[in-house]
């Protein structure tokens, strides 16, 4: 099986632009304990930093695929922030909550390999498709239906 990167760096990015262009304001839940995060620790609380992550409130905003990296002020102070994508926990709007928690990662291998039966995502409490059901899944109709039945609600004119 071929390793594949993270998928959390594109969700972030694809929630980041689902909340911005609806108007609201996005947020990251950081876990501060990380390798690699660069945060104001006079800020961090439990562990964890909660940063606003708006246009309006960063500036020079890069989601990329390792790492996020941006500038902010805090009290006043200019900050440059380095935050790994693997230390994201979630993602959300401000105003509605809407948004997306992530699991920690492990650092090391973001993409495990299930090699040995205690690995597969049953064990990890992770739910998987149950293909154990005596009935065959539901195909589609192999012969769709010929025949027109009323008339149509809109003609297209050229």
């Known amino acids: ?58 500036g020079n905003l890069q989601l990329g695929g390792v790492d996020i990296e941006f500038d902010a002020r805090f009290s006043g102070v200019p900050r440059h922030l380095i935050i790994p994508c693997s230390s994201v926990l979630a993602i959300y709007a401000r105003e509605n909550g809407a948004g997306t928690m992530f699991p920690k990662e492990d650092i090391e291998s973001s993409t495990p390999q299930l090699e040995d039966e205690s690995e597969k995502p049953e064990s990890k409490g992770l739910s998987a498709v149950d293909t154990s059901d005596d009935e065959p899944p539901e195909t589609p109709d192999p012969k769709p239906p010929t025949g027109k039945k009323g008339k149509p609600t809109l003609k297209i004119v050229k």
Do not use: F
């Open 1 to 58: 099986m071929k390793n594949m990167s993270s998928n959390r760096p594109y969700l972030i990015r694809a929630y980041y632009d689902w909340i911005v262009d609806n108007n609201l304001t996005p947020h990251l839940v950081v876990d501060a304990s990380q390798e690699g995060v660069v945060v104001p620790p006079e800020h961090v609380k439990d562990g964890q930093i909660v940063l606003n992550i708006s246009p309006s409130a960063c």
